[in-house]
């Protein structure tokens, strides 16, 4: 992980930043002002055991610029750790505030994936709510893995657009593995927000407030896309439960000793039948 003077706590081997939610956008916009290029990512249950399954995505975490914590779960977990103010710094919350303040900084944006349709309806909502807001670009790349060419004309694209923020929505962790790849090549702020395209644009409604509070908000889209969300969720939700339990029930203990002992048979057991997710 990158020095940038805020707050980490250690959450299932990620370090997940805890400062105010203001404080993080103000750090994010302040980077991109000054056209830094830094990998921002937006983490929730998913992307934790993504990263206790996979070293190699969990030490890209590790070295990310910043790690938000989105999901309820996780600022629960920081509370149970003595962290009383953890807050939500979710990714639709940090797109439309990074948005409001990159606008008044005149700073650009630039939006990377997602259809061309719903990257038409995030511009025009964009363009309602901030009008002063510049839109350096937006990309549509194949799902197919990109050819050297096709990669390096995207940087290129996205670099002679001046934009100082890139929202990158590949889906969790193909977004994640784009921003590690391209730090130091892209000269912006890189933040993977996911969901938020499709939410935002209108083509999949938002939890609720209530059920976004009360850490129910993986069940709302479970009901927008079941056949998409079903397997993911049946197989994170549980293992981030008992992970959660076994780091915060028992910390320094001997009982956590023997925790991690066992993470890391699962962890083998799964690589041998081929569950290990890369």
């Known amino acids: 992980?990158?020095?940038?003077?805020?707050?980490?706590?250690?959450?299932?081997?990620?370090?997940?930043?805890?400062?105010?939610?203001?404080?993080?956008?103000?750090?994010?916009?302040?980077?991109?002002?000054?056209?830094?290029?830094?990998?921002v990512c937006?983490?929730?249950?998913?992307?934790?055991?993504?990263?206790?399954?996979?070293?190699?995505?969990?030490?890209?975490?590790?070295?990310?610029?910043?790690?938000?914590?989105?999901?309820?779960?996780?600022?629960?977990?920081?509370?149970?750790?003595?962290?009383k103010q953890a807050e939500r710094v979710p990714g639709m919350e940090i797109f439309q505030a990074a948005c409001e303040q990159a606008a008044t900084a005149q700073t650009s944006v630039f939006l990377l994936g997602s259809k061309p349709e719903v990257l038409d309806k995030i511009c025009q909502r964009l363009k309602n709510e901030f009008p002063l807001l510049k839109i350096a670009g937006t990309q549509s790349p194949p799902f197919a893995p990109l050819s050297p060419d096709a990669d390096m004309s995207i940087v290129q694209t996205i670099n002679?657009?001046?934009?100082?923020?890139?929202?990158?929505a590949l889906g969790c962790p193909k977004q994640e593995l784009w921003m590690?790849?391209?730090?130091?090549?892209i000269k912006a702020v890189m933040i993977g927000v996911g969901a938020v395209f499709p939410i935002y644009a209108g083509v999949?409604?938002?939890?609720?407030?209530?059920?976004?509070?009360?850490?129910?908000?993986?069940l709302f889209r479970l009901t927008q896309e079941p056949a998409r969300l079903w397997s993911r969720y049946y197989?994170?939700?549980p293992i981030f439960i008992?992970?959660?339990?076994?780091?915060?029930?028992?910390?320094?203990?001997?009982?956590?000793?023997?925790?991690?002992?066992?993470?890391?048979?699962?962890?083998?057991?799964?690589?041998?039948?081929?569950l290990h997710q890369a």
């Open 235 to 237: 197989s994170t939700i």
């Open 160 to 168: 002679a657009s001046g934009a100082g923020i890139v929202f990158v």
């Open 242 to 274: 008992w992970l959660a339990l076994k780091q915060t029930a028992i910390p320094n203990s001997k009982s956590s000793k023997i925790y991690k002992t066992k993470s890391l048979k699962i962890n083998r057991n799964l690589q041998r039948r081929g």
């Open 42 to 83: 937006v983490a929730n249950v998913h992307m934790l055991i993504e990263a206790w399954r996979n070293p190699v995505f969990a030490d890209m975490l590790k070295k990310a610029d910043l790690v938000t914590p989105d999901g309820m779960p996780l600022v629960w977990m920081m509370k149970q750790m003595g962290v």
């Open 180 to 185: 590690a790849q391209h730090r130091h090549k």
């Open 204 to 218: 999949l409604k938002q939890a609720p407030k209530f059920m976004r509070d009360a850490g129910f908000e993986w």
């Open 1 to 39: 992980m990158y020095e940038n003077n805020m707050p980490t706590k250690d959450l299932i081997g990620v370090p997940v930043y805890f400062s105010s939610f203001d404080e993080q956008i103000s750090q994010i916009v302040n980077w991109a002002r000054n056209s830094q290029s830094k990998m």
